[in-house]
């Protein structure tokens, strides 16, 4: 499985992107913000587009009661996120590495490819949640308390994807250069565990008894 | 597969053929538009204009901000007047900047702004005007576009042959209209002839920061030094300035000083001058002027008095200084962008005389010499003369070049602009003015390379051009298309103030470097908050120092007690913005200054000597925000016997 092997290692190590690449970013345009604010979210923490957009975004909030934008230390997910990706991409290079030396079969490729799909959805789902809490977990003394037509208070959640509009902002929410780093190099070992799968049945057939009863 | 593949092709048939219908349409409507003046001035909401235009103010002292074609004002920029719109020459931190030997003077008269060059091309850095009527000259910084120096010229009166500058921005040049005793004493006026003089000043502008000092001063024979320009390319290292009243009349001029048929243009070869200063010639004479210095860092000018000028006699200068005979009171003197002609326009006359910087350099080498005043040589009028443009317009006062061989002088008499051609002197075309034209302004039509799109006439009269505002109106200034061979009025525009000269440039330059906030990690002012939690209120005798800040919507502390009548209270409002366009601006009830417009990450102070108790508010004056009218706070003042401590807080009950 020298090939899938080789995909293997290459399709983890694109997940190294993650540490220098934002994985997520969002853009708040408005009127007035002509050139618009915008929060680039990293592994680690999350960083304005511009200097001190930061700053803006948290001082247009507080008019409406949303919690300042958390800084690295205030958040878990910051600390875990980075370890969570480096155990994974040593995983992978090292499943790769056995596959190459066919020590493994192709099934560690596809099983590494599904825990990094669990997490990642566990990831979004943590995102979510934390964007669910500080669009909605206001300041009770808010400047600005809205309601929705049907009463109920207005929540400030930007979106998981895509566009939405939120008083007189204009809100972005779409993956940057990491998450599509992150998406290629997944499917490059989804691609490792088929080409694997071929590479592994032209095999001559005693090494894979002789794997098989390991 | 067959199918897709078809109904893409269909797909894009369509889109070419509404394309292409598109293209004709655009094509026979643009076609009807081309010849629309409006279409040619239209800047559409949300577009922006192709110049930059610096337009003196005259006698408003300040410096305004237009652009073209559109001829919308953007800024004023306060110079040598204070401005209560932004507290400039009010705040602690300005009033510096309008110190002079005469003690703090609250206005002046601009008059020609002209823009930094490095090898005779704008290079957008600085904006340089001079102030005429006590003389100074003044550096604008164009990222800020605030000013950010000034020096005062000693020995100079009626500052108003400046502030020209050299094509590499070596020197800015400041030459006195009046001629006036030197060093200043009592004497009769009618002893005028012979004894007063006349300071050509070459001011050395530091290529780095930008800061000026008065390298030498020239004293030359008593006329009035009118206007000048410097010569450029193959004349870079000579300046030439006209003169009138070589009569040396001290009264009535209009009539004594009007009798000379020919005045001078004074040519002064200022790298020789340079040379010999460098190499310690001139004599240093005691003086007394102001040399104010604003930094972007602290946020504050100050003000240092010079006490000494190096002068030099141009006598000790052989071969340095010349004087080339020029009909009829000349007025403007400009140098074409090749830097071979200069042009005296002679604004009792009719016509242009043009003199040949190649000849005048013959001229010199051979010694064709017609006498000399006061020692300094006269060259031969025919020996210098390139042409004389029979212009058949009346009193000449200002040229302007395109950079395409063509030249633009305004006629103040006649009232128009006319086009001529270098070296034939053939007159193209004339178009009015309305009306009396005084300059006219083609964007970097002073440098090597004029931006020959547009000219911009500055006229002296309005009259009837718009809707009438009682005796005294603003001055109009009519915008003409140059880029063919006949001028076209475009537009017609209103200028604040008096506007003389002006300068311009292309928003390309400028654009992209204009500053946008001032950062808070870089405020060095010593009243500086840096944070919220710094913000406190201070007591030193009599004094009360309130470093405030302000973020929207509220100022910290705005909740101040312990103030008393007779006190003297500093407010330091730094603005913790770091976003483009949040000013804060900041007033105080029954202040005796004006309101602080306090740009973000800026600080400035106010002063407020309250005299009555009570308690007293202030708010911010700049609509910053929605809560924007909450944006306010009180002093409570108390008799200047009481013992109340001083407090301050935000957001306690």
Not at chain 2, 601 to 622: A, L, N, R
Request: aromatic fraction near 12%; glycine fraction near 10%; hydrophobic fraction near 35%.
């Amino acid at each position: 499985m020298k090939k899938a092997g080789i995909l293997m290692i290459l399709g983890s190590l694109l997940l190294l992107a993650l540490f220098k690449f934002p994985l997520w970013n969002i853009i708040l345009g408005a009127p007035q913000y002509p050139e618009p604010l915008g929060m680039d979210i990293y592994l680690d923490g999350i960083k304005g587009v511009n200097e001190f957009d930061i700053q803006n975004i948290d001082g247009l909030n507080h008019y409406i009661g949303m919690k300042t934008i958390p800084k690295p230390a205030d958040m878990w997910e910051f600390n875990v996120f980075p370890t969570v990706i480096g155990i994974m991409v040593a995983l992978g290079v090292l499943v790769g590495l056995l596959g190459f030396f066919g020590k493994v079969s192709y099934w560690w490729f596809i099983g590494w490819f599904g825990l990094m799909s669990v997490l990642g959805i566990m990831g979004m789902y943590d995102f979510n949640a934390w964007m669910t809490d500080y669009g909605t977990n206001l300041d009770p003394h808010a400047i600005m308390k809205l309601s929705n037509p049907d009463g109920t208070p207005m929540s400030y959640k930007p979106p998981l994807f895509g566009h939405e509009k939120m008083l007189n902002f204009d809100v972005d929410s779409y993956p940057h250069i990491g998450a599509y780093f992150m998406f290629v190099g997944m499917m490059i070992t989804a691609l490792a565990f088929f080409i694997g799968k071929k590479e592994w049945n032209k095999r001559p057939q005693k090494n894979v008894e002789k794997i098989l009863e390991v | 597969m067959k199918i897709y593949y078809s109904s893409v092709l269909a797909l894009f048939s369509a889109v070419i053929f509404l394309t292409s219908c598109g293209n004709n349409n655009g094509k026979s409507s643009g076609g009807a538009l081309n010849s629309s003046n409006a279409e040619k001035v239209y800047v559409a909401p949300g577009e922006q204009d192709e110049f930059y235009a610096f337009m003196s103010g005259g006698y408003s002292g300040n410096l305004t901000v237009y652009g073209l074609p559109s001829g919308r004002m953007f800024k004023e920029i306060p110079v040598f007047s204070q401005f209560p719109t932004s507290g400039y020459g009010y705040s602690e931190e300005t009033k510096p900047m309008l110190e002079t030997s005469h003690g703090f003077i609250p206005w002046d008269d601009s008059h020609h702004p002209d823009i930094s060059q490095t090898n005779g091309e704008l290079d957008g850095r600085w904006i340089f005007i001079n102030g005429n009527n006590t003389p100074r000259i003044a550096r604008i910084s164009l990222t800020t576009f605030e000013t950010v120096e000034i020096i005062e010229v000693p020995n100079s009166a009626g500052n108003h042959s400046s502030s020209f500058i050299t094509e590499n921005t070596e020197y800015v040049v400041a030459g006195t209209r009046f001629s006036v005793p030197i060093p200043q004493r009592d004497m009769p006026i009618k002893d005028y002839k012979g004894n007063f003089k006349g300071a050509l000043s070459f001011i050395s502008v530091d290529p780095e920061s930008g800061h000026m000092d008065i390298k030498f001063q020239l004293m030359m024979p008593g006329f009035d030094y009118d206007l000048s320009h410097p010569g450029r390319d193959k004349s870079h290292g000579w300046f030439f300035f006209t003169t009138y009243n070589t009569e040396e009349a001290n009264s009535l001029l209009e009539v004594n000083a009007s009798q000379n048929d020919k005045d001078f243009i004074a040519a002064v070869n200022w790298k020789k001058i340079e040379e010999y200063v460098n190499n310690g010639g001139g004599t240093k004479m005691p003086a007394n002027y102001a040399h104010n210095l604003y930094d972007e860092d602290t946020h504050m000018g100050t003000t240092t008095m010079k006490k000494e000028v190096l002068t030099v006699d141009p006598l000790k200068v052989p071969g340095a200084v010349f004087f080339l005979p020029t009909p009829k009171s000349p007025h403007g003197c400009d140098v074409d962008p090749t830097g071979e002609y200069i042009i005296g326009n002679g604004k009792l006359s009719a016509d242009l005389t043009v003199h040949s910087f190649t000849k005048m350099i013959d001229a010199i080498e051979n010694k064709k010499f017609d006498g000399e005043a006061y020692g300094i040589p006269i060259l031969k009028f025919e020996d210098v003369l390139a042409g004389t443009v029979k212009s058949g317009g009346l009193g000449p006062l200002h040229t302007e070049f395109d950079g395409k061989g063509n030249a633009y002088t305004t006629f103040f008499i006649s009232s128009e602009v006319v086009k001529w051609k270098l070296g034939s002197w053939e007159v193209i075309d004339r178009k009015p003015t309305f009306y009396s034209v005084g300059h006219l302004m083609i964007p970097g039509g002073n440098s090597r390379k004029p931006f020959g799109k547009y000219v911009v006439a500055l006229n002296k009269i309005t009259k009837d051009r718009y809707l009438p505002t009682g005796p005294e109106m603003e001055h109009s200034a009519q915008l003409y298309d140059i880029s063919g061979e006949k001028m076209e009025l475009i537009y017609d525009f209103p200028t604040h103030g008096e506007p003389h000269y002006a300068a311009g440039i292309p928003a390309s330059i400028l654009a992209p470097k204009s500053q946008k906030i001032y950062r808070l990690d870089e405020n060095k002012h010593p009243y500086a908050v840096l944070s919220p939690d710094q913000a406190r209120v201070e007591r030193k005798g009599n004094e009360v120092h309130i470093y405030m800040s302000t973020i929207r919507s509220h100022f910290t502390p705005d909740n101040i007690e312990g103030v008393k009548v007779g006190d003297k209270v500093y407010f330091h409002i730094t603005n913790h913005e770091q976003d483009f366009d949040v000013p804060h601006g900041f007033a105080m009830i029954g202040q005796n200054s004006s309101e602080l417009l306090v740009m973000p990450g800026q600080t400035k102070t106010s002063i407020w000597e309250p005299k009555q108790v009570g308690v007293w508010p202030f708010y911010c004056t700049d609509f910053c925000s929605a809560l924007h009218q909450e944006m306010q706070g009180y002093v409570r003042v108390s008799p200047a016997s009481s013992n109340i401590e001083l407090s301050w807080s935000l957001g306690e009950d």
